[in-house]
């Protein structure tokens, strides 16, 4: 008898449960549309990131002198330490274009579930960053003629990115709110990405040095709790950072 | 404000009571160690404080849980309470840990699970204070900084295995020790006792300082509505 109550009532709530995530995921695809039109246009946060990624190679080159044998050692290094630098120059550009132009106050009275707009911003900058790293590996591979294009490489570096980004775009939504907002993002930032950097350039360096997977595996696995804790966390408390 | 309440007062006695009884313990009561000698008194304090120190960073995680769930500012004062003494505790370990390290491991300073986690807490904490620095309005300031601590409490012992996937020369006292590491020793029952006196010593200092905190924040926040009200 209940069952049969429960049954027939649960087909309804279905239904609307299946409504209310098709507009999620519409909204999202929206933010993210926004995000990626407004970039073609501009494009001064995908060049600004870029211009700034290859100069700090450039850095690195001078700073460390990369010749054939250092080089082996350090391009993990170079690579995630560039890709830090400039992620965080695509974080703090992205939220700070929504809080000045008032984009930011419209986006939070539109009629979507707050977490839409944390994962529409999640998935905008992990583009950008993507985008980034497309550019900068095949340009490293050139200059310092290392073969960079190594799946095992490149899921890492998705894996990363994606860690980097959760956490980046919770702390970005928070620097921009503040005083100090430029300064801020990294000092918030860098400190709570350790583990990301650290398992990263790990798993880079053991990639590129061919080293047997099963050593590998402790870093990736790290990664992927990392991504998932952190993109859980983030999406349960943004809710708090942008809430007037 | 009020003067300070009662029990305040006898705490305040006997942290120092306890203090000074725990500077006899370790000096007087507590055997030598045979190959350390007196460098080895300083794991007592080295210990004390490391413990203090776990204890306010999990008060100021759960503090911050709870702002977040009761929006009530009184959470907001305890976690800045427990982050700031946590903070100062967590300094003194890793200084006091680096003038034990230089004559054992012959560094100061090596990149060691531990270590490096205890540097990358600081730096949170530091960032913390900073952010707080940065917001004027006292409800957004506690939401973030709890954001943040939450953020922290989850990301530093993520740090800590993530580095342990390296192997490890820090002593372990407590638990089977790794066969890299170096210092270690056997206590004595004596040794024992004098490490959790000391322990029990810096909790009550602990419990003395957060209270302290807990009220210069309290006394913050009047000023800030007077200032509000004028």
């Known amino acids: 008898m209940v069952k049969a109550a429960t049954s027939s009532s649960s087909s309804p709530a279905r239904d609307s449960s299946n409504r209310s995530n098709a507009t999620f995921v519409k909204s999202i695809g929206a933010i993210i549309w926004k995000d990626l039109v407004a970039e073609l246009r501009s494009r001064e946060l995908l060049s600004a990131m870029l211009v700034f990624a290859l100069l700090v190679i450039l850095i690195f080159n001078f700073a460390l002198e990369l010749d054939a044998t250092t080089r082996k050692v350090a391009t993990p290094g170079i690579l995630w330490a560039t890709f830090a630098f400039a992620g965080t120059l695509g974080l703090n550009r992205s939220m700070a274009l929504e809080k000045d132009r008032g984009c930011l106050d419209g986006l939070l009275l539109a009629p979507v579930d707050r977490s839409a707009i944390y994962f529409g911003k999640l998935i905008s900058n992990l583009v950008f960053m993507l985008v980034v790293e497309a550019i900068v590996l095949p340009v490293y591979s050139v200059l310092y003629n290392t073969n960079l294009f190594n799946p095992g490489l490149i899921s890492v570096i998705l894996l990363g990115s994606v860690g980097y980004v959760a956490v980046g775009t919770l702390l970005s939504s928070m620097a921009v709110q503040t005083r100090t907002r430029d300064v801020l993002l990294p000092i918030l930032l860098f400190p709570i990405i350790i583990p990301i950097l650290i398992a990263a350039v790990k798993a880079s360096s053991g990639f590129l040095q061919g080293i047997a997977p099963t050593e590998i595996m402790p870093y990736i696995n790290l990664l992927i709790v990392y991504d998932v804790i952190f993109t859980a966390v983030a999406y349960m408390v943004f809710d708090f950072v942008v809430e007037e | ?230």
């Open chain 2, 1 to 230: 404000m009020k003067s300070q309440p009662f029990p305040l007062k006898i705490l305040n006695i006997l942290s120092i009571l306890l203090f000074l009884a725990a500077l006899a313990m370790v000096f007087l009561y507590a055997p030598l160690e045979v190959t350390m000698n007196y460098v080895q008194k300083i794991f007592y304090f080295h210990i004390a404080n490391a413990w203090v120190g776990m204890l306010g960073f999990l008060v100021a995680a759960v503090a911050g849980v709870l702002y977040l769930v009761h929006h009530d500012l009184k959470w907001d004062i305890i976690e800045l309470a427990a982050v700031e003494i946590s903070l100062v505790f967590f300094l003194i370990t890793i200084i006091s840990g680096s003038i034990w390290a230089r004559p054992t491991w012959g560094t100061y300073w090596t990149w060691e699970p531990r270590l490096t986690t205890a540097a990358i807490l600081e730096m949170v904490y530091i960032a913390c204070l900073l952010l707080r620095q940065g917001i004027d309005d006292p409800d957004r300031r506690a939401r973030f900084s709890a954001v943040y601590t939450l953020i922290g409490s989850i990301s530093v012992p993520i740090t800590f295995f993530s580095i342990r996937l390296f192997r490890t020369i820090h002593p372990v006292l407590i638990g089977a020790a790794s066969t890299s590491s170096q210092g270690s020793f056997d206590m004595t029952p004596k040794m024992l006792v004098t490490m959790l006196f000391v322990l029990g010593a810096f909790s009550v200092i602990f419990v003395t300082l957060f209270w302290h905190r807990i009220r210069l924040g309290q006394l913050i926040q009047l000023v800030e509505q007077q200032k509000l009200e004028e």
